[in-house]
RNA sequence: GGAGAGGUGGCCGAGUGGUCGAAGGCGCAGCACUGGAAAUGCUGUAUAGGGGCAACUCUAUCGAGGGUUCGAAUCCCUCCCUCUCCGCCA
């Protein structure tokens, strides 16, 4: 959420700022409300002054001997009781103007950073780097052909278990997704990050709080019964395990690597990447997370993008860091690298990670401050995949497929493979 | 799901209609005392929003929302959450 002061005092910025995500929005309304309802503010609040005088004077007043039925002291009652009507009334417009606001406030996406280049889409992303040596040759098999062909997943009967879009691991499949689960979060956890394995139900305020709703509920499972939805990324839950906290500062930077599945619907992408791993309504990932002084946000944002591409790096797959442009960004993030990791048999980069900074906008919507000396401020929050399981999966199939049919892996899964190749069943 | 208990400041814990943002204690910070420390003493120590250059000041907040009242942490209603016991259960 942005800033109610910045709304106030300098809707302009606000307007200019949004425009370089592609929106073109007219802000004066809203500036409009938002200063109405301060007015309103002041005026109740000096009423509600006058009216605990009143209250403490009629007290003093009985206590010092009036009668509690005495022509003064009833004349001070009436008074009260009519200021409380007052109060009520001024109450009720200053909370639907608030609502307005707030709502309205809700659908507003992140400032960009200063730092994140100008663009339309995700043709003006720019690429920032490129590590490893993407395999070219022809005739490579995709990963689905590779883990039907292993016996690794079984997409077919995953449609009877659930519906489309969801898939069965099995034998070494199963085995190698539980290998890569721990094998990043082993990782992080040497460098300082603390595993969490979070719920992975949520309910509608850790989602408002990290900014999947009001705008994308289409998006999320949800419970009819309760208030709870299947989360989409481990950074709901990871976002809100701070809600409504005062941190101390010195316990920052505070660094979390969670393992959830999620689960998204993945509405409009009919037709899309129908087989395989790559979009499907439930997958694994482990994401990163930070809460950090602000100050320290932008190198934080390049840790945490390191601490991915060292995933990638560790498992020897060739990626590329693009930095997105402003009208590629996320709701909640002010600056983002995606890690596109090579996919052999595709012959093409997909994402795995995406690496964002929010600065204090999922802070605000979650109340999530630290206190250094006297008085608060909202804290930055960051997070990135660490790695997407699933692609990370087709991206061994695809770059360790080799001629004879088996598929090499990367030495460092062996410690919990027990191998480092997988064999076509005998 | 059934029965009961309870939700007060960073923590513990008083407070059943009147000047209570809330006694007392602990913790924390500053000062004094000390060669230094402990102990002791004094002072301070919530959050949000508004006004003010500032000192400061106004409003709200005792789980949440509504109600009664001139006035509510205290009374009434609804909801949420926590704990204990029983049932069920991985």
Redesign the pocket.
Known sequence: MLDQ?LLRDNPELISQQLGRRGLVLDLSDLQAIARRE?DL??QR??L??E??R???E???R??GGAS?SGPEVQE??EQ??RI?HEVAALEEQEKALEQQLRQQLLALPNLPSPLTPDGRDEADNVVVREWGDPRREPGLQEHWEIADRLGLIDTERSTRIAQSRFVTLLGQGARLERALISFMLDLHGTKGYLEVLPPVLVNTASLTGSGQLPKFAEESFRCADDDLWLTPTAEVPLTSLHRDE?IPADQLPIRYAAYSPCFRREAGSYGRDTRGLIRLHQFNKVELYWFCRPEESEAAHEQLTRDAEAVLEALELPYRRLELCSGDLGFSAARTYDLEVWLAGAGTYREISSCSTCSDFQARRAAI?M?EG???QLLHTLNGSGLAIGRTMAALLENGQQADGSVRLPAVLAPYLGHDRLLPPA
């Open positions: 002061r301060r503010e002041e609040s000096a509600q002054a009216g605990n009143i209250g403490k009629v007290g003093q009985i206590q509690a001070l009652r009260g009781n409380k005062v401050r206190k006297k008085g608060t």
